[in-house]
Nanobody, 119 residues
Framework: VQLQASGGGLVQAGGSLRLSCAAS????????MGWYRQAPGKQRELVAR???????NLAESVKGRFTISRDTAKNTVYLQMNSLKPEDTAVYYC??????????????WGQGTQVTVSS
């Protein structure tokens, strides 16, 4: 199983980016998916999560600016980031709770994608 994240980059404050993260490999189902971020010198923090039924949870710092969504058929989760601020600069990681028949449920992580917001 692999999670491939993409969509990061350099953007000016007030701009937008859309991150994508696709799960691939052999598995029975993909349950919760989410995005975390880690800024230099800081701990990794939750940005947003979405269940397989579409319920979402966003960090207070991004509410009203970020939207998480998913395409269940493509096993892909998206993070639409609008009105970006310099404090959003971080490496963004996706994760997914994946169920495999042989091994049960476990969390997989993507490789991280850099988001840099200039002032």
């Amino acid at each position: 199983v692999q999670l491939q994240a993409s969509g990061g980059g350099l953007v000016q404050a007030g701009g937008s980016l859309r991150l994508s993260c696709a799960a691939s490999g052999t598995f029975f189902s993909v349950n919760d998916m989410g995005w975390y971020r880690q800024a230099p010198g800081k701990q990794r923090e939750l940005v947003a999560r979405i269940t397989n039924s579409g319920s979402t949870n966003l960090a207070e710092s991004v509410k009203g600016r970020f939207t998480i969504s998913r395409d269940t058929a493509k096993n892909t989760v998206y993070l639409q980031m609008n009105s970006l601020k310099p404090e959003d600069t971080a490496v963004y990681y996706c994760d997914a709770q994946i169920y495999q028949l042989r091994t049960g449920s476990r969390v997989y992580w993507g490789q991280g994608t850099q988001v840099t917001v200039s002032s």
